[in-house]
């Protein structure tokens, strides 16, 4: 069983979107307030079919803000109030308890779902709230309804979809933890088995109370005694700890902590199918971040999703998993499922890639080396009079031979990219050719620019050229056996640095940088 997508309606930020999953792993990436979190919440919170988990959450803050807003604006009527529902559909499973047409979409399949909706029988309550002179929204006259398309309603105890959150947020809060190991708990034991433990565990109590503890309840007055608390919060799921070497895990560092309960949770995949991480990279050192990719590589047979800001995560768990999600309106996805199989595999392996900031970015600049990198910035306020952030241009440096890898990327999601790159002597074999179905507008959103003067063959020479006064100034004087131009070129980065902080006010940009400026920014 997995799930083939989820279907959303006024769930936070999502007034209505719906997104398809793989049977594998669903790497979620985008901006802050993208929505990354909130689609993991939403399985969570649909697989769990706990009520009192909404409850604590609060419809309030469930209930997407814009339609309150567009409401409470309106008329008020009752029968336009918003609704809130999360629908999982679900493949490769035959149950007669799931499969059925009450979902959005009316058709026949397999799936549960979670409505949050004002509540019909207390429709006189609701209307005496929007009618009043200071009113306001009736959240707590909405009635929170776990369902699966078949119409049979579940519940925490009678889960359809059994799941296991890591929210590496949370790591040492003590209620997620027990929420964890009572998840692990309940996957590693049968019901049967559970209820059998649970009855032994409270018989060990009692046998404490009347063995340990019979010798001073004698002491206390008659109908006095000591006993052990044996329900709520004292039960056996919320006494359970997990141990490593001996240890509780909660006595572990927070990166152990967060490489434990993967593992564990990867170990469980026939009981717990769907596993989601929440930023699986926070409080982990490099070498760990490898080794809990590597558990996951390893691991086929649990659905994952995981939302990240690392590009580890994102590339080396394969390019082609991952779901960009924008912060813009409408809510929007994007899946990189297309990508070519050689491109996803260059990426695995290539270091500093950079492809978070890259696919995230509305424009980009992809230059060939440091250099580059380091003069931009002063290159952009003399063009366009402000600094790269200010007009929101991201600038990465990338070896010229892979541009074209992130160029079949840009092609399909539609960034804007302007590649900055040297002729090497030869404009109409390294650029014209080269760039063959990028050169003359194959792509709205992709030009290359370099200089067509064969002399100019590389960007230290062209910022001499441009700035020949101020290079002789700079880097000609004690020269002995090396000429400025040399010079430079053999010390680009920090010739580039030393430009930037002496000269950076004054600098004349090359023309050809000067027009990938001004084209990108439009």
């Known amino acids: 069983m997995y799930i083939s997508k989820i279907k959303l309606q006024n769930f936070r930020r999502f007034r209505n979107i719906e997104i398809r999953f793989n049977r594998g792993r669903n790497i979620l990436v985008g901006d802050n307030e993208s929505g990354k979190s909130s689609i993991l919440q939403a399985i969570d919170l649909c697989s769990r079919g706990s009520r009192h988990r909404v409850e604590d959450i609060g419809v309030e803050t469930l209930l997407n803000v814009d339609a309150v807003r567009e409401f409470m604006a309106g008329d008020k009527r009752i029968e336009n109030l918003p609704k809130l529902y999360i629908e999982l559909y679900l493949s490769d499973i035959v149950d007669e308890g799931l499969e059925g047409n ?3 979409e009316n058709v026949p399949a397999n799936g549960v779902r979670l409505a949050i909706e ?3 029988s207390l429709s006189r309550q609701t209307l005496q709230v929007l009618q009043a ?3 306001s929204f009736p959240f707590e006259f909405y009635s929170i309804i776990f369902s699966t398309f078949s119409g049979e309603s579940y519940n925490g105890y009678s889960k359809k979809v059994k799941t296991v959150m890591l929210d590496n947020s ?3 809060n003590e209620y997620a933890l027990n929420e964890y190991i009572s998840t692990i708990y309940g996957a590693a034991l049968t019901q049967v088995e559970q209820l059998a433990t649970k009855h032994s565990y409270g018989n060990s109590k009692s046998g404490f109370k009347d063995g340990v503890l019979a010798p001073f309840n004698a002491k206390l007055p008659v109908g006095y005694s000591f006993s052990v608390k044996n329900t709520g919060k004292n039960c056996l799921e919320n006494d359970l700890t ?7 895990i909660s006595e572990k560092g927070t990166g152990v902590q967060c490489a434990v309960k993967t593992q564990l949770a990867l170990s469980r995949a026939e009981e717990i199918p769907v596993i989601l991480l929440e930023e699986p990279e926070n409080h982990l050192s490099h070498l760990n971040m490898r080794k809990m990719i590597e558990d996951i590589e390893k691991s086929q047979r649990a659905q994952l999703f995981i939302s990240t800001h690392s590009d580890m995560i994102s590339t080396r768990l394969d390019l082609r998993n991952c779901i960009l999600m924008n912060s813009a309106e409408p809510a929007r996805t994007v899946s990189l499922g297309y990508v070519d199989g050689g491109t996803a595999n260059f990426f695995m392996k290539a270091p500093d ?5 890259f696919v995230l970015a509305k424009k980009v600049i992809l230059v060939e080396g440091d250099a580059e990198f380091i003069l931009m910035d002063a290159f952009c306020k003399r063009v366009l009079n402000q600094t790269l952030a200010e007009r929101g241009i991201d600038v990465i440096a990338v070896d010229g031979k892979c541009f074209k890898r992130y160029l079949e990327i840009a092609r399909q999601i539609g960034v804007k990219v302007a590649v900055v790159t040297d002729n090497d002597k030869n ?3 390294n650029i014209t050719n080269a760039y063959n179905g990028y050169m003359n507008n194959e792509y ?3 030009k290359v620019f370099a200089d067509t003067d064969n002399e100019l063959y590389t960007f230290e020479v062209a910022v001499n050229k441009n700035n020949e006064a101020d290079c002789d100034e700079l880097f000609g004087a004690g020269r002995r056996t090396l000429s400025v131009i040399e010079y430079m070129l053999a010390n680009k980065a920090e010739v580039a640095y030393k430009l930037l902080t002496q000269k950076g006010e004054t600098i004349n940009v090359p023309q050809y940088i000067r027009e990938a400026l001004e084209w990108v920014n439009v």
């Open 444 to 446: 709205a959103n992709i």
């Open 170 to 172: 949370t790591i040492g």
């Open 133 to 135: 002179q200071n009113s």
């Open 102 to 104: 009450e979902n959005s």
């Open 427 to 429: 404009y109409a074999e």
């Open 118 to 120: 004002p509540d019909l």
């Open 242 to 248: 997990i141990e490593m070497g001996g240890v509780p």
């Open 353 to 357: 890639n950079n492809m978070l900031q």
